[in-house]
């Protein structure tokens, strides 16, 4: 390839030489018809156009040729005696020296106008190389995109297959799990990979080397190696050729620490939500769970230590106390543990076909015993569709809803529950008449944890609506709350019907 490259380039430079010739010849011909009226001063400038046309195009020495046959034709064929190189007339001689003189400057001056316009062109072509690297590295994440966008903007601007190679846990360098493009060198000596990665540098000899391997030194460290194939060993240790591709893999190395940094911080960012949870979740529980533990511990050591003094009423009090205690404290366990497997995506939607008012009338029962002492108002829309739903974890979001009306709002006061339903939704609307949620706060009472009074006489650890919110947006959904006129919130939960109802054919007569 390289033999074939050195001829190719020499019947470029012998064509040039060339024209060099042609050039003054041509003029020659056009000026032999003229040579009665045109005078020897005006030939030697068409003569030393030429010589200007042959700088422009084909550089420095062409054109110094193309003057020295161009003042061999003048001498020959126009200065006389003509058809003879000897010179009579002193000002054709100053004449033919003024225009050599003139050729060769302005040719060399020609030949650095080109030299500076390739360098511009280079430069240039480097630029756009670059930048559009960075662009495409600006909007990488992944350190699979970054070394696929590395390795495909490496082949094209040096030629030649590439790889990067990162160490693994016990630090040694090995290839990608899943090479990025069919560009992808796959020979690469490994041997050699580990030697730059523990030194961070190249190796100054290698004998018959196919590739060459670059550290990615970074500013923590070594991150891995590069391995270039060779293709065109002039070309690439060319010292802007190196300089580019140094730049290149810079470019690739600061991009893949933004990106183990970006990693890290998330890593970090996600360990300090986890504690922040955890200690959340702990003062929760420690809180919520030391009034119902004190009241069973109270009732059950005075059953065990005055069981002949109590009577049969002041008995069933405390059984009914460590009864009701207990339920509490099993609620709230359920509610984390909800929680848990919700976030955890465990939970997987067995949707069937209901009709509204079950899911409600099942929520009501459940909570028959709690809401006896409160008159609850239910209206159903006419006509109600079948929804294709969860029934139960619907249930437990209407349960949620249901128990926080109860919690917060004065005892003696109604409930309303409006259901309705379109042909692409499910609407719910459960309304108490408490004090309403205060501005700021309508979307804060979803979280996790959150109560607007941490401590209250009202037990909880902050999760019911947490987990209706989480259960509602599985379904596709969505639940908001506001505020009523008058007083009072009302939770809103909308839920998409995605499928037409079944239809049911009608039953054949005998």
């Known amino acids: ?24 010849l041509l003029l020659t011909l056009i000026d032999w018809p003229f040579r009665q009226i045109l005078t020897p001063s005006n030939i030697l400038l068409v003569y030393l156009l030429g010589v200007f046309f042959v700088a422009i195009r084909f550089g420095l020495w062409p054109s110094i040729l193309a003057a020295l046959v161009s003042a061999a034709a003048f001498a020959f064929f126009f200065a006389p005696p003509i058809f003879s190189f000897a010179i009579a007339d002193p000002e054709n001689l100053v004449g033919l020296a003024v225009m050599l003189l003139v050729g060769a400057v302005t040719s060399n001056l020609a030949e650095n106008v080109r030299t500076q316009t390739r360098v511009a062109e280079h ?14 590295l600006a909007k990488a994440r992944l350190e699979t995109e970054i070394i696929e966008i590395g390795v495909r903007h490496i082949h094209a601007e040096f030629g030649g297959r590439n790889t990067f190679l990162f160490p693994d846990r016990n630090g040694l360098v090995c290839y990608p799990d899943d090479p990025p493009l069919a560009i992808s ?13 523990d030194n961070g540098q190249m190796p100054s000899t290698l004998a018959n080397a196919t590739a060459m391997y670059v550290p990615l030194n970074g500013s923590t460290g070594t991150l891995g190696v590069l391995v270039l194939e060779q293709v065109d060993l002039s070309g690439i240790f060319l010292p802007e050729q190196r300089q580019l591709l140094d730049t290149f893999v810079n470019q690739i190395v600061h991009t893949l620490e933004r990106a183990n940094l970006a990693e890290k911080a998330k890593d970090a ?12 979740l702990l003062s929760s529980i420690s809180h919520d769970l030391r009034t119902p533990l004190a009241t069973i511990v109270g009732a059950a050591s005075t059953l065990e230590t005055d069981e002949e ?16 205690e207990a339920q509490r404290m099993s609620e709230l366990t359920t509610k984390i543990l909800e929680m848990a497997r919700l976030e955890a995506g465990e939970v997987v939607l067995n949707r069937q076909w209901y009709a509204p008012e079950e899911i409600v009338g099942s929520a009501l029962r459940r909570l028959d015993k709690k809401l006896k002492n409160r008159q609850v108002n239910v209206h159903m829309a ?22 926080n009306a109860d919690k917060y709002s004065p005892a003696g006061l109604p409930i309303d529950i409006s259901v309705g339903t379109t042909p692409f939704s499910l609407s719910i609307t459960v309304a108490d008449r408490g004090q309403g949620i205060p501005e700021g706060l309508q979307q804060k009472i979803f979280d996790k944890f959150f109560r607007i009074h941490t401590e209250s006489a009202q037990s909880g650890v902050g999760l019911g609506l947490s987990i209706c919110r989480a259960i509602v947006e599985a379904h596709g959904g969505d639940i908001q709350v506001t505020n009523r006129s008058g007083g009072g919130s009302m939770f809103q939960l909308h839920i998409p019907i995605l499928e037409c109802p079944p239809t049911i054919a009608p039953e054949e007569k005998d």
């Open 1 to 24: 390839m390289k033999t074939k490259y050195l001829f190719t380039d020499s019947k470029r430079h012998y064509g040039q030489w060339l024209w060099g010739i042609i050039i003054p």
């Open 123 to 136: 430069r240039e072509r480097r630029a756009a190389a670059l930048y559009r690297l960075s662009k495409e």
């Open 185 to 197: 060198l796959l020979g690469a000596d490994l041997g050699v990979a580990q030697w730059v990665f």
């Open 269 to 280: 960012t996600l360990k300090m939500q986890a504690e922040t949870l955890r200690n959340s």
């Open 309 to 324: 003094r109590l009577t049969k009423d002041t008995r069933r009090k405390l059984v009914g106390a460590i009864s009701e």
């Open 382 to 403: 006419d006509n109600l569709a079948l929804v294709h739903v969860d029934a139960v974890l619907l249930q437990q979001v209407m349960v949620n809803l249901l128990d």
